[in-house]
């Protein structure tokens, strides 16, 4: 089964921090992805990665960056965190090649920024 | 502009009953089709999926069923338990979007007892 950890699940910070988001998967996948539940809204693509080192820009990147500097982690950054960004966060993973593939998600981490 | 869209926010179904969830897409691109289930503090599950080449897959309980020319798909669960009760998101994939996954906002599936 594949297995995708999110350090956290549970999270709260202040506004202006710094907040880092880890999430490791144990498959070998080559795709990672981020995104952000909130009531009404569904999942939202923040940012993807194919490969190490490599980062796409999803449909709602602003206030946040990416790193992947292993196959298997890929973490969510917020720069300066806003209240704006009390969400639900959730990261997935996937093989790469083909678009048949489904995503595999982890828990989530409720951060709340206060 | 929404891509995949579930029109009914939720459902309520009694325990045994069929549920029936809807979804609607606009992009002719999308070839690829799934269903997730979430519960509350959870991540989602993936349930089910459907290539374009075919117009129905079933697994146990669940059923997929895809109309190409309405750009409908709908998923079918015989017969619902409680433990169903839960958010169903349906989600697309276009040709060459390397597995980028287009999601709708959700339906909340609630069966009672």
């Known amino acids: 089964d594949v297995k995708v950890t999110q350090s956290s699940r549970y999270l709260v910070k202040r506004t202006g921090e710094k907040v880092f988001l880890e999430c490791v998967q144990d498959?070998?996948?080559?795709?990672m992805f981020w995104y952000r539940q909130d009531p009404g809204l569904g999942l939202r693509l923040i940012y993807f990665?194919?490969?190490?080192?490599?980062?796409e820009k999803g449909d709602i990147p602003e206030g946040y960056s990416v790193s992947r500097e292993k196959k298997e982690r890929f973490s969510l950054i917020l720069e300066s965190a806003s209240t704006n960004q009390t969400s639900m966060y959730l990261c997935?993973?996937?093989?790469?090649?083909?678009?048949?593939?489904?995503?595999?998600f982890g828990d989530g981490t409720r951060l709340s920024i206060l | 502009d929404q891509q995949v869209k579930q029109n009914s926010p939720s459902l309520s179904v009694q325990e045994g009953r069929i549920s029936i969830l809807n979804c609607d897409y606009t992009?002719?691109?999308?070839?690829?089709f799934l269903w997730y289930k979430k519960y509350p503090a959870e991540g989602p599950t993936f349930l089910i999926s459907?290539?374009?080449?075919?117009d129905k897959n079933e697994d146990g309980r669940f059923t997929v069923f895809l109309n190409k020319s309405a750009k409908h798909l709908s998923l079918h669960i015989v017969p619902s338990q409680p433990g169903d009760s839960a958010v169903y998101f349906c989600?697309?994939?276009?040709?060459?979007?390397?597995?980028?996954?287009?999601f709708g906002k959700g339906t909340k599936l609630s069966v009672k007892p």
């Open positions: 997935a993973s996937s093989l790469a090649g083909r678009n048949n593939q489904p995503q595999h």
């Open positions: 498959m070998d996948h080559e795709n």
């Open positions: 990665s194919y490969d190490v080192k490599m980062k």
């Open positions: 992009n002719s691109m999308f070839d690829y």
């Open positions: 459907i290539s374009s080449i075919k």
């Open positions: 989600a697309a994939s276009a040709v060459r979007s390397q597995g980028n996954l287009i």
